[in-house]
C-alpha cells in the first residue's frame, strides 16, 4: 500500500484528492492537513464525503510515516512550504501548484504531463502537475507541435468552470455575479502560458509564433472546454498543410497509448469529461486552417485526477488505478 499524506486539504483539489484516494485500491491516507479545520470531520468540510469516511483533519505532519506527499496549496506557497520544513528524501511529492511547473536548474522537479513524459515521471522523486488550462490546451496542440506544424500564432479561447478558482470566495465566483454571465479575464497573459510554450518548444524543437489565450469564466461549476485555432502552409495534403483525414490520424496516433486522452470523430462537449480523468480532442478542417477542440475536467484531468495518474505512474502501478470514473448521461 501507498502511504500518503495531503497539505492543503481543505480546498477543493483536496477534497477532490480524498474522494479519489479513498477509493484507491493501493493507497492508505496517512493524514489530511488542514491547520484551520484541524480536528473537524472531513466531511464537515467535503460534504460529499459524508458516510464515506470518519477521518478528520490534523494540523499534524507525520512525514516520515509517508511514501508521497500531495501539496494541494495556492501558487507560490509550496516552494516556501519548502523553506521552512524538511521532507524525508526518502518521501516523494506531487505538487499541484505552479511552483515548479517551470524546468530550472535550481530544482529537480519533472513536469507531470503523462502524454510526453511518461518514461521521466516514472523514475521520479518530485513532481509538478500540470495546470488546468494549460493540460486542456497543450492536449490540442501537442500533436501538431510533434509533427512541427505551430509555425503561426495560435489563437486559443477556453472557458472554465467557477471551481477553477479555488474555495475561497471571490467577487468573481459569488453566485449572484457568475449565474447568467460571462466574462474574460488575464487576456494574453494567463500564468499558464509558461508551461504551454515549454511543452510545444521541447516537441516541436523551436516555437516562435505567439500562443494567444483568451480564458473565459464560465456560468457552471467544473470543466474546461478549450477551442484552438491553426494555420498551415501550402497546398493541402502536403507535409505543412495535411488533410483533415491526416490530421485525425496524426491525432490518433499521438494519443494510441495515452490511457485518458482521447481523440473523437465526432465533436465533443463538456458533459462528455465532467467527472472523469478523460481528455477529449477534436480537430476541424477549414481550408488551410484548423479548429481543435479539447475538453477536460479542471479538478480531475486538471489536477487532482491527473495527480493520482501520476502517482500511480511513480510507484509502478497499473496508471488508472482509482480513476475508473464516468461521465453521467445527462
Known sequence: MVKVGILGAAGYTGGELIRLLLNHPEVEIVFANSESNAGNKVYDVHGGLYGDTEMCFTDEMPFDKVDVVYFCFGHGKSEAFLKEHS???????IDLAQDFRIAAPTHDYVYGLPEIHKDAIKGCMHLANPGCFATCIQMGLLPLAKAGLLKHDVAVNAITGSTGAGQKPSGTTHFSWRSDNIS????????HL???????????GSLEPSVDFIPYRGDFTRGIFCTSVVRFDGEE?????PSAEQLAQMYKDFYADA????????????????NTNKALVHIDKFGN???????????????????????NLMFGL?????????ASAF
Do not use: W
Open 87 to 93: 521532507i524525508p528524501e526518502n518521501v516523494k511529492i
Open 184 to 191: 474574460i479575464y488575464k487576456v494574453f497573459t494567463h500564468q
Open 194 to 204: 509558461h508551461e504551454i510554450r515549454q511543452s510545444l518548444t521541447e516537441l516541436q
Open 237 to 241: 495534403g502536403t507535409p505543412t498543410n
Open 259 to 274: 490511457a485518458f486522452t482521447h481523440y473523437s470523430d465526432k465533436a465533443i462537449d463538456l458533459k462528455q469529461v465532467v
Open 289 to 311: 486552417k484548423a479548429v481543435i477542440s479539447s475538453a477536460i475536467d479542471n479538478l480531475l484531468k486538471g489536477a487532482v485526477g491527473q495527480a493520482v495518474q501520476n502517482m
Open 318 to 326: 497499473d496508471e488508472k488505478a482509482g480513476l475508473n470514473l464516468k
